[in-house]
């Protein structure tokens, strides 16, 4: 089997090549970095199978990011059998940088020259006859995003496999090719592998290099200094050269229809000197952020029905189907349409399988579990999968437009004062859809105290999962007390976990990870229109995802809860009498803990439901909605009558059956965001952090979640106890800053 490696600059197409070749389903992003993966897959249309491995994007080859060591160590110890290397054609000079390095390894290597399409669009041309004939090696037209001619690369990647490939180098002429030249005879002596690489490595006096060669490191300085004269610090005098000589020989190669890309350009540039505006870049995020939730969760779209009175009068006038999916108190957005449709048909089912079953003439406690247990959890769960993918539609084309990795740059400066860079952000923004990916994506963060403090903090911008439990409450509570608007709450909670986030952070900057972020290099790309076809498998991606836990650890969850609820310890149906259940009797023993929260032993005789869906959202964030779907069906007798949306109405049966308060139902809120996420984000943070300090992270969750919702509870049942915490805090800061001080003079004296 051949194994051909994809290597480039961040953002040249390899993961969209990567995905033409394989037809993986690998996201594509516009972020420098995304790639930190080794992304391996197979191309079929060869005689024989082909592994391709998707490498980190890298500028070089030298040891400073965890992208270039692990590309550079792929390279040499897996001896791929090509390389392909992909050049963006827009940014020729730059992306050729990296070829004139691989060239100096003995590895067969081809160039693929992507973006032509946007070469074409602009009226640029690259003649590729001739820069071929200049680097020695093919070169291939192609575009990954349109898979044009992609499969001739392939072929001339094949044919140039079983050719043995010598390294070269474009600095031989250089005022530093003779100290190359002598390095590369004493490699060869030493009968090392790919010995001119090994040789410009050493002169430019790489740290892995002069670890591996003591002896020859020293013997080349003291020819540098003897021979080469002008040569003060090597590694830039070999970066130099690289540049001159593709100036001088390939940047030929491309003829520019100037005004064109001038325009082009300047037409990014016009964009961003609005969006990203000094002081106004944040807040237009900001609204562009409100924007996209009052698309995604909104019943009264525009606020018409608010603003033009006879219209939302209209629009609720009661009617058939249509009314219910496309109006409510106004025009509703897309994402509730959608919400309301799925609602329907999943509410269609449910029915169905009632009907099936009683006509089969199965037993109320099989009609129980299936449509109570197991159907009630997983219909709740996946109404909202709609206004997931809405969501996240939204959130792939500010990726993949190219603003995405703009905001992280105007927010670089603000996360320093928080101890990270720039780069936290996109885990964090990740984290809106799955904490999982998220904390695997802190891998693309050099600096480990930053990486953890990061970490730690994904699970509080809130995930898909949780949206259910968001929008299910905020529905109920605007259902309840007539005010109020959903999106508006929404919006609130996720602020919420913002600041919640911000905060911790700070606190860990000063006092467990005290230092400063890691610099924070990128180039920002041309604004692009992002291609369908990503998007939607990007969001197939999601749905999958969804669906398959909503079948497998939903519906196993929801039988279990359905059997501790309607059971009791003696092994007999309870049949109705929730109270004397095992669940109930496990939740009362937990219920206490949770009194400072608002859902404990303040409430009413079924109280328990809320610790018990606050246990079982350990397993899937959507277990808490799920629970409370189960959980409902079997408290009929406190059911409220009407139709109410799938969720919403579980919420209410909940109010119902327990009295709790409003606020109560945020803290509850809170305290779902911002505790211990689910097992499989558990097990990620496990994976991406040591032990040590794993066990911490765990309880820092606990902790802070536990204090914000019962700060939550106090302050809005009680306002004055504001004081109280303002006090509490008060104090805080100053222990922090006595502590810093003492650690500065410590610091100072040593
Ligand atoms: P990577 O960082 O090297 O993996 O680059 P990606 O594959 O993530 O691509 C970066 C961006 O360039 C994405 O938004 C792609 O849609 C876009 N892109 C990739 N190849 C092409 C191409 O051939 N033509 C155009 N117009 N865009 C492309
Ligand atoms: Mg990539």
């Known amino acids: 089997m051949l194994t051909f490696a994809l290597a480039g600059n961040p953002n040249s197409g390899k993961t969209t090549l990567f995905n033409a070749l394989t037809g993986s389903t690998a996201h594509v992003g ?41 590309a550079r160590n792929f390279l040499l110890n897996e001896s791929p059998d090509c390389i392909i290397n992909i050049v963006d054609a827009t940014n020729l000079e730059r992306n050729l940088y990296l070829t004139t390095q691989l060239m100096e390894l003995d590895v067969p290597l081809v160039v693929a020259l992507n973006m032509t399409d946007v070469l074409d669009k602009r009226g640029d041309t690259i003649d590729v006859r001739s820069l071929e004939k200049r680097i020695g090696l093919p070169v291939i037209e192609i575009s990954a995003l349109r898979a044009t001619n992609v499969d001739e690369l392939m072929q001339r990647a094949v044919k140039s496999v079983g050719a043995k490939r010598k390294g070269v180098s474009v600095l031989r002429e250089s005022a530093i090719g003779s100290a190359i030249a002598n390095a590369e005879i004493a490699l060869k002596l030493k009968e090392v592998e790919a010995p001119l690489f090994h040789a410009v490595k050493l002169v430019e006096k790489d740290e892995l290099e002069v670890k591996a060669h003591p002896q020859e490191a020293k013997a080349v300085e003291a020819f540098i200094l003897e021979n080469c004269v002008g040569v003060e610090d090597a590694e830039a005098t070999i970066a130099d050269a690289r540049y001159k000589y593709i100036t001088a020989h390939f940047s030929s190669t491309l003829t520019r229809a100037r005004k064109q890309a001038y325009d082009e350009l300047s037409k990014s540039d016009k964009v961003d000197k609005v969006l990203t505006h000094k002081w106004a870049g944040i807040p237009i995020f900001l609204v562009i952020l409100f924007a996209i939730f009052h698309f995604t969760f909104s019943e009264d779209l525009l606020y018409l029905g608010a603003l033009i009175k006879p219209f939302g009068e209209w629009c609720g006038v009661e009617g058939g189907i249509a009314k219910g999916v496309f109006f409510s ?52 769960v996946l109404s909202f999968l709609p206004q997931i993918l ?12 190219g603003y995405m990795a703009r905001v992280a740059f105007m927010l670089d400066r603000l996360f320093r004062r928080f101890g990270v860079s720039g780069r936290a952000f996109m885990p964090m923004i990740m984290g809106f859809g799955c904490s999982v990916p998220a904390m695997i994506n802190t891998r693309t963060m050099a600096d480990e105290r930053e990486r953890t403090a990061t970490l730690r903090v994904i699970p509080f911008f809130s995930c898909g999962a949780k949206m259910p439990i ?98 009791g310890w003696n092994w007999k149906y309870v049949n109705g009498a929730m109270q004397t259940s095992i669940l109930a009797s496990l939740g009362q023993l937990i219920q206490p803990l949770f009194t400072p929260l608002g859902f404990g032993a303040q409430l009413g005789a079924n109280g328990w439901v809320f610790a018990v869906a606050a246990i079982t959202g350990l397993i899937a964030k959507e277990d808490v909605i799920a629970t409370f779907g189960t959980l409902a069906g079997c408290l009929i007798g406190f059911a409220v009558g009407g139709e109410y949306e799938e969720g919403v109405g579980e919420v209410l049966t909940m109010i119902n059956a327990t009295g709790i308060t409003n606020v ?77 001080k003492k650690a500065d003079k410590k610091a100072s004296k040593n």
Not at 390 to 401: G, H, K, T
Not at 708 to 737: E, L, N, P
């Open 329 to 380: 108190g106004g025009l509703n957005s897309p994402g509730v349409m959608l919400f309301n449709a799925v609602e329907l048909l999943t509410g269609k089912i449910g029915e169905l399988l009632g009907v099936g079953l009683t006509a089969l003439g199965a037993n109320d406690v099989l009609i129980g579990l299936v449509c109570d247990g197991a159907w009630g959890g997983v219909a709740g």
């Open 30 to 70: 516009n972020w420098p970095g995304v790639t930190v993966d080794k992304r391996v897959g197979t191309y079929k249309k060869s005689h024989t199978p082909i592994d391709i491995v998707d490498l980190p994007g890298i500028y070089s080859l030298s040891p400073y990011t965890p992208e270039e060591v692990i």
């Open 470 to 567: 968001l929008l299910a409450i905020a529905g109920a509570i605007v259902e309840k007390t007539g005010v109020g608007n959903a999106d508006i709450i929404t919006y609130s909670m996720y602020l919420l976990g913002v600041l919640v986030a911000l905060a911790s952070l700070l606190i860990m900057r000063n006092t467990t990870m005290r230092g400063d972020a890691s610099p924070f290099i990128m180039e920002l790309p041309a604004y692009h229109m992002p291609g369908a076809k990503n998007l939607v498998l990007h969001l197939w991606d999601k749905a999958k995802h969804f669906i398959q836990k909503a079948f497998t650890i939903i519906v196993a969850s929801c039988i279990i809860v359905w059997f501790l609820s309607n059971f």
């Open 664 to 740: 109560g139902l945020i803290a509850f809120i809170a305290f779902n965001m911002l505790t211990i996420p689910c097992f499989a984000a558990v097990a990620a943070a496990r994976g991406e952090i040591g032990k040590g300090k794993f066990k911490w992270t765990l309880l820092f969750w606990l902790v802070t979640s536990y204090l914000v919702s019962t700060m939550v509870y106090t302050i809005g049942s009680w306002w004055w106890t504001a004081f109280i915490w303002a006090a509490v805090v008060a104090v805080a800061v100053c222990i922090i800053i006595a502590y810093n």
């Open 390 to 401: 809405v969501l996240f539609l939204f959130f792939s084309i500010l990726e993949d437009s």
